[in-house]
């Protein structure tokens, strides 16, 4: 007879008989229910001080200047809470997190660390969640082992202290899958309704995640399968609870479908690119390091088994990890592959990283050295920690518009002299530009934040029809005023720069004044006008 943890039927098959059991070391023999051993309470601490520090791990770049899409999600609660849902249909969520940004900005400020609190928040309680889901699979030291690789996955670090909803999708997520394996030993309706609400919060928070709701059926089938009965009325439930909680995202999820290809700024993806989701770490020596440990303690225990020792998981439990996963990283990347909308990028793949932790630590579970496993653990979590905080260079959360913007701050003030933007977002490509409001618009949300006083001449991200318009009007406008300008354009718009410079060369000199983060400034200096800031004529800005 299985015996019982806490009065859960484990989905793992334990030890075949008390006297096989009986030959295990003494290290990985269970102690009495409800008893901790030093042994054990030594093992557990020192888990815990690993999990910490991966947790340390993302506090390192908290002071960063915000990225483009962080800005963004301060520009959706710039205009008070009545503007939060006016704005909404700009982004690829429900406006979910952007009002509890705005309740949080009413607290503690806005700052860049006070507006990253809530993530961290939030990803706090997706680790919780995910080591009280491994519970139910797996023993307290596997299940910290699975909480710990997920924080340390390269997307959850970066996740945790971004403005945007992604730690409360797999927040949403995490809370599902440990909703899911209860019902295994819950047959109420309530839990069956809250599995369904939890669902349907996942994609309130960002409608790309709702890729892991095929993983969640399989595995509700999975754990309640040999109860037809209470299967369907769980489902029934759970599908109820679901559609009810999934109606307001629905005209916003229509919206997205009929502008999809406006959001479209990434390549295809490459077979390469759905590999590194499964990497739980930061570089090719960590993944290299811990690949190959696990694999060898993997064929060691194999060897032991041959002796007389067996030990195998449940087929459940083996689907339950693997469809977490698999599933919703090959719909997005099929999704990415045989359509226009290419959105495999990293962040968008966060809901699966719970699954593939859970796959880690279902792969150590199959080691019985715990001192081995404990090792292995430490010198992963010390590797991979080694990095940032060696690291003497500042701390970077991707490229920022702000020091772009300040530098042409400091330039443009004495004479109050034009800014040209070329916005960064794919969306301005379709849209026609906001001349008499630039610094209002989503498309320029960087001014929203890291705010210019000067004028702002407003162009696309690409060099269309659009861009030629508005720069060809500005152009000759500045040209009759002797008007000084500049223009600042990230990699995607050098070509515009290019056009401008080419486009005023009888007119104006042209100097790059720097590169920030990507982000080029240039200098346009009427001839007949000495320069402020010592002109040097601009050769070619890509040879520079």
């Known amino acids: 007879m299985c015996s019982q943890r806490n ?4 989905l793992e098959v334990p030890e075949s008989s008390p ?24 093992f557990i601490a020192i888990y815990l001080t690993a999990l910490v520090v991966t947790i340390l791990i993302w506090l390192v770049p908290i ?16 205009a008070g809470f009545a503007g939060v849902w006016s704005r909404r249909l700009v982004s690829l969520c429900f406006p979910a997190y952007s009002y509890i940004l705005w309740f949080s900005t009413t607290a503690i400020g806005t700052s860049e660390v006070a507006l990253r609190i809530p993530s961290i928040l939030a990803m706090l309680g997706a680790v919780y969640f995910l080591f009280l889901a491994a519970r139910e699979l797996f023993d307290v030291d596997i299940a910290i082992i699975a909480a710990i690789i997920f924080s340390l996955h390269p997307i959850v670090v970066n996740a945790a202290i971004d403005v945007r909803p992604y730690a409360f ?3 949403a997520t995490n809370a599902t899958i440990l909703l899911v394996l209860r019902l295994r030993r819950d047959d109420s309706n309530l839990m069956a309704a809250l599995f369904g609400l939890s669902a349907a919060m996942i994609v309130w928070f960002h409608f790309l995640f709702a890729d892991i709701l095929p993983a969640l059926v399989i595995c509700f089938f999975l754990v309640k399968n040999g109860r037809r009965k209470t299967l369907w009325r769980q489902l029934g439930v759970a ?14 999820l229509l919206s997205l479908f009929h502008g999809a290809g406006t959001h479209v700024f990434e390549t295809t993806p490459t077979v ?3 590999f590194w989701t499964f990497v739980p770490g930061r570089s090719w020596k960590v993944f290299g390091m811990f690949a190959f440990v696990t694999a060898a303690l993997a064929a060691w225990v194999g060897t032991r088994n041959r002796s007389g020792r067996s030990f195998q998981f449940q087929g459940s439990t083996l689907f339950v990890c693997l ?3 698999l599933i919703p990283t090959l719909i997005l990347y099929g999704l990415s592959v045989g359509t226009s909308i290419h959105a495999f990028v990293p962040r968008h793949r966060i809901d699966a990283i719970p699954g593939i932790a859970l796959c880690w630590a279902m792969l150590l579970h199959a080691s019985r050295s715990r001192a081995g496993r404990l090792l292995l653990c430490a010198a992963f979590v010390a590797v991979t920690a080694y990095i940032p905080f060696s690291s003497s260079s500042p701390a970077h959360h991707g490229d920022t518009w702000k020091f772009a913007l300040q530098a042409a701050e400091r330039n443009a003030t004495a004479d109050n002299a034009p ?4 916005s960064d977002f794919p969306e301005a490509d379709s849209a026609a530009m906001p001349v008499d409001s630039a610094k209002e618009s989503i498309l320029f949300a960087p001014l929203s934040y890291y705010r210019l006083r000067v004028p702002v001449v407003p162009l696309p991200r690409a060099l269309n029809d659009e861009a030629i318009r508005v720069g060809s009007l500005f152009l000759a406008e500045a040209a009759k005023k002797h008007e000084r300008f500049l223009a600042l354009a990230y990699l995607p718009s050098y070509r515009t720069l290019d056009w401008l410079a080419k486009s005023a060369t009888e007119t104006y000199s042209v100097r790059k004044s720097g590169v920030y983060d990507g982000i080029e400034l240039l200098e346009f200096v009427p001839r007949s006008i000495p320069s402020l800031h010592c002109p040097a004529r601009r050769q070619s800005t890509r040879n520079q």
């Open 7 to 10: 009065s859960e039927v484990p």
């Open 19 to 42: 006297k096989a059991k009986s030959k295990e070391p003494r290290e990985n023999q269970p102690e009495p229910k409800g008893h901790l051993s030093t042994r054990d309470r030594a």
């Open 63 to 78: 002071r960063a200047p915000l990225r483009l899409d962080e800005t963004g999600s301060y520009w959706q609660i710039s």
């Open 169 to 171: 999708g797999v927040l």
């Open 239 to 252: 599908l109820t609870a679901f559609s009810l909680a999934s109606l307001p995202v629905i005209p916003d």
């Open 272 to 274: 390469k690119d759905m």
């Open 323 to 325: 469809s977490l996963a």
């Open 419 to 422: 800014v040209v933007i070329c």
